[in-house]
């Protein structure tokens, strides 16, 4: 059964500091694995997602993440935090192989200080 | 493009009563996915469509929920009748394929759903 863990519930960073999130997978496939962000009142966007392509995997607003099979993680991270990057994330997997059923993480709140 | 689009934003509701959540997808999306995320928790998947057809409705909680999408475009999903636990904010996505490594869901920004 595949799963995915969130490691920290919270994160503050000050503004033009770096972000690293972290997110540990569980898979018997291949996974696909994603990011999404919620900024307040709006909907899950996709940040970047990872389809066995390259292992490092760049997305929108200077995220990035790595796949590292033999640590089952795919940590987020941004060289200089913004202060509009403030909002909840959303590490995802999904088996692509039979079903389209996205398994998310509980979320990590990204708090940045001036 | 129009992103998916759910309606309404909040619901209020008394326990006991009825409440239809909708769900209009990206314009020629056939997969259409509902979720939702009970307050504390993490989002958890409900049913996948494809196009009117229920692929995959091994998330629904219980017989208290049906969903459903007549003509496969928009989609409603009904709470009959409604309990302190069905709280939380529902989540619809949808995409154009299904399956398999291009696969990308996009979310809309949910239905906030208060039952008291």
């Known amino acids: 059964a595949q799963s995915v863990t969130q490691l920290d519930s919270h994160v503050s960073v000050s503004e033009g500091t770096p972000v690293l999130l972290r997110c540990n997978y569980s898979?018997?496939?291949?996974?696909?694995l994603f990011w999404y962000v919620q900024h307040p009142n709006k909907g899950l966007q996709l940040l970047l997602k990872?389809?066995?392509?390259?292992?490092l995997v760049k997305g929108i607003n200077g995220f990035e993440a790595e796949f590292k099979k033999s640590e089952t993680s795919f940590h987020l991270t941004k060289p200089s935090a913004h202060m509009s990057d403030a909002a909840e994330y959303f590490c995802?997997?999904?088996?692509?192989?039979?079903?389209?059923?996205?398994?998310f993480g509980t979320g990590t709140r990204l708090q940045v200080f001036p | 493009e129009a992103g998916v689009t759910q309606f309404p934003s909040h619901s209020v509701i008394e326990k006991g009563q009825t409440v239809t959540l909708r769900c209009d997808p990206i314009?020629?999306?056939?997969?259409l996915y509902w979720y939702r995320r009970v307050m504390g928790k993490e989002i958890k998947f409900l049913l996948h469509?494809?196009?009117?057809?229920?692929?995959?409705e091994s998330g629904m909680p219980n017989n208290r929920f049906l969903a459903e999408r007549t003509g496969g475009t928009y989609s409603t999903l009904k709470v009959q009748p409604a309990e302190l636990e069905d709280s939380g904010v529902y989540f619809c996505?949808?995409?154009?394929?299904?399956?398999?490594?291009?696969?990308?869901?996009?979310f809309g920004p949910g239905t906030r759903l208060t039952v008291l």
């Open positions: 996505a949808s995409s154009q394929t299904s399956g398999g490594a291009s696969n990308t869901q996009y």
């Open positions: 990872y389809t066995s392509a390259a292992t």
């Open positions: 314009s020629g999306h056939d997969n």
């Open positions: 898979s018997s496939y291949s996974p696909s």
């Open positions: 469509f494809v196009k009117e057809s229920k692929q995959d």
């Open positions: 995802v997997v999904s088996l692509s192989y039979n079903t389209d059923k996205l398994i």
